[in-house]
């Protein structure tokens, strides 16, 4: 079992609209949780971070962490060009700093 | 967050050379790490850079290949040695930040061996 599975293909949806993206770990005992913003050809960017179970909203982006089901995901409200990107998902890993990497999701927004 | 820099932001190399990659930060962190990005592919951590000591790499990583240096707290190096074509990568240092655990990530070196 992959540390950090985000599993969807490509997410194709219309500007306005609300992106979903998903992300499954398998250590119980991850901490931190991150998503982070890569458009192509740049580095990472951390937009979001959470650490608590529930919902953690930073303008049009939200959070929300179950750790009983261990799945974090990301919502992106009032979907813009601009979000077109690959979204990675990151867990800190229990007792260390490494952080663990998700495959990435490719969100693409249709003006 | 810290401003991160590195040098060279691509280069092309031959087979058999060594390419070193250089990470600045503009305030002292205290961890740096360093990270590989194949073609179409997540992150993948080579080591983590330990001021004063030996680097502690990752399973499937070894100094002799990816010699690292972290002489203070505001920089570090990565040499890749003996470079083959499946060396081609971007490869990315990351600080920690304020936040617990966050990284905040350099703007990547783009590797393309022939």
Redesign the interface.
């Known amino acids: 079992q992959k540390e950090v599975e985000q599993n969807s293909g490509p997410l194709s949806v219309p500007e306005g609209a609300i992106a979903s993206l998903n992300c499954t770990y398998s250590d119980r005992g991850s901490?931190?949780f991150?998503w982070y913003r890569q458009y192509s050809g740049?580095?990472?960017?951390?937009i979001m971070?959470i650490?608590s179970n529930g919902d953690k909203e930073d303008g049009r982006f939200t959070a929300q962490l179950n750790k009983a089901s261990q799945y974090v995901s990301l919502l992106i409200r009032d979907s813009q060009p601009s979000d077109s990107a690959t979204y990675?998902c990151?867990v800190?890993q229990r007792g260390n700093?490494?952080?663990?990497?998700?495959?990435?999701n490719q969100v693409v927004v249709i003006p | 967050?810290a401003v991160i820099s590195q040098k060279p932001s691509r280069d092309i190399c031959q087979r058999g050379t060594s390419l070193t990659i250089q990470c600045q930060v503009d305030s002292q962190v205290t961890?740096m790490?360093w990270y590989r990005q194949q073609p179409g592919?997540?992150?993948?951590?080579i080591a983590?850079a330990n001021q004063g000591s030996e680097a502690t790499y990752?399973s499937g990583f070894v100094i002799d290949k990816f010699p690292i240096s972290r002489p203070n707290l505001t920089f570090s190096t990565l040499t890749v040695s003996n470079l083959s074509p499946e060396d081609s990568s971007?490869y990315?240092c990351s600080v920690?930040?304020t936040?617990?655990?966050?990284?905040?990530?350099?703007?990547?070196t783009r590797l393309t061996v022939t």
Do not use: H
């Not at chain 1, 740049?42 to 951390?46: Q, T």
């Not at chain 2, 592919?41 to 951590?45: F, G």
């Not at chain 2, 936040?99 to 990547?108: H, I, R, V, W």
């Open positions: 901490q931190s991150f740049k580095s990472p960017e951390l971070s650490y990675l990151a800190n700093n490494r952080l663990a990497f998700g495959k990435g | 967050s961890m790490f592919q997540s992150l993948t951590l983590t990752e971007i990315l920690t930040g936040g617990d655990y966050e990284q905040y990530f350099g703007p990547g």
